[in-house]
């Protein structure tokens, strides 16, 4: 069953505490991304990489890390530096370039509520 | 102010009827334009991608327009179903990364 999970669906963390979110995919796809969701507002991307051990900010990365040891995992850390970590994650990944005419597919999320 | 906008916000229709959201979009050079369907709490589906020379594409009920001289384009929903209840986002990209819409939220009542 080819795709890709996100876990938890749903976290819930006190200030002040870093948190990780998984993302795994199975599509061999090369590139990964994150995504922040938060209502009236369209997605904005975190971090993306295109390639293993290889990544990039997008244009929220402030109090974000990731790494990408494998091609498959491509975890977020939401540190306690982030002003407003509660949000709605999303997770995707494409077999070619992001903004190319490939299909990006997305995780079924992860809700992260901070208090 | 954001380089994709969708419109309406919101949409109420009756099940069975059709109905028409709209995206504009200001991002410039274009590449393709996309269309996903995200159900509540959900990650987002694609429906669509269309590039420059593309300006009609379907996708069973789903049919998407682009005109790239006016950067607009539409998702046009036929026999609106309740499963169709659902946010709709516009994606443009130029080329190098991808600029979402905000989304209209549609809602099919029985």
């Known amino acids: 069953d080819g795709g890709i999970t996100q876990s938890p669906k749903y976290l819930f963390r006190k200030e002040g505490q870093n948190v990780t979110l998984s993302c795994e995919q199975n599509?061999?796809?090369?590139?990964m991304y994150w995504y922040r969701q938060d209502p009236g507002q369209g997605l904005r991307l975190i971090y993306y990489?295109?390639?293993?051990?290889?990544?990039q900010k997008g244009d929220i990365a402030e109090g974000y890390s990731v790494s990408r040891e494998k091609k498959e995992s491509f975890p977020l850390t939401v540190t306690s530096a982030q002003k407003n970590p509660t949000a709605f994650y999303l997770c995707a990944s494409s077999s070619g370039l992001a903004g190319g005419p490939y299909e990006q597919y997305f995780g079924p999320g992860t809700r992260l509520t901070v208090t | 102010k954001n380089q994709v906008e969708q419109s309406p916000q919101s949409l109420i229709i009756l099940e069975g009827k059709n109905c028409t959201l709209q995206c504009n979009y200001t991002v410039s050079p274009f590449s393709n334009l996309r269309w996903y369907k995200q159900d509540t709490g959900r990650g987002p589906v694609s429906l669509t991608i269309?590039?420059?020379?593309?300006n009609t594409k379907s996708n069973g009920r789903y049919t998407a327009t682009l005109d790239a001289d006016t950067k607009q384009s539409s998702l046009h929903i036929t026999a609106s179903q309740l499963s169709d209840s659902a946010s709709y986002i516009c994606v443009v990209s130029p080329g190098g990364d991808m600029r979402f819409g905000a989304g209209t939220r549609l809602t099919v009542k029985p």
């Open positions: 269309m590039t420059f020379s593309e």
């Open positions: 599509l061999n796809h090369d590139a």
């Open positions: 990489s295109q390639i293993v051990n290889d990544f």
